[in-house]
């Protein structure tokens, strides 16, 4: 799980490879980013797409694990979706705001859309399907207020980092320590095992065993 867990980075840092422009045409039908292409992949494609897109929450315990630790280093707003990504927050727009995406025209618009340059200030837009009802409008009001903290800035791509590491990049190692949910018990009797004389096919098998179901007294 966590050797897939690269391929998120990938996707997220890939730029536009031509690598990434095959996976666009083939499994970008959802629209909008390769996040957006994975929420929507989970049952169709090759058997590697198919994990590549389940790997979020292919355990019920470790749901999330991956796309919390996600987040977006907004720049000039190329890279996000203004109200599906989550890059305010643990939360996207969409979510927070239900009523005001349902009336947003510009649902798959990316934040660099969602407003223009007046001279060197950046100024949002917003375009609706109706006049908001008054109720609506506090709920904007609140969106601006919350918009205020945001700096977007000319000439830099947005990047995709990874909080749980230092250096904000995906590593293995990083992923697995995210998955890891030994209790302290099982900690000490796995690096045991790991350190015992045992032939490696062994270790692995009952490694292996003991982290899928059974457990110790």
Known sequence: MSLLGKWWDKLANGGDSLWKRVI???YGNAGGDWINWMKEGKGFGSIWWRDVCRLNGLEIDRTGWLE?????ELDKGNQVQFWTDKWLGQESLADKYPRLFMLSTGKEARVCQMGTWMEDSWSWRFNWRRNLLSWELE???ELESTLLSV???QGKTDTWVW?????GKYSVKSGYLAL?????????????LWNSNAPCKLKLSFGNYISTGFQLD
């Open 68 to 72: 919390d630790g996600i987040r977006c």
């Open 151 to 153: 700096s977007v800035v």
């Open 24 to 26: 666009r045409e083939k």
């Open 139 to 141: 709920q904007k009001q």
């Open 163 to 167: 909080s749980r590491s230092s250096e």
């Open 180 to 192: 890891d949910t030994t209790t302290p018990m099982e900690d000490s009797f796995f690096k045991l």
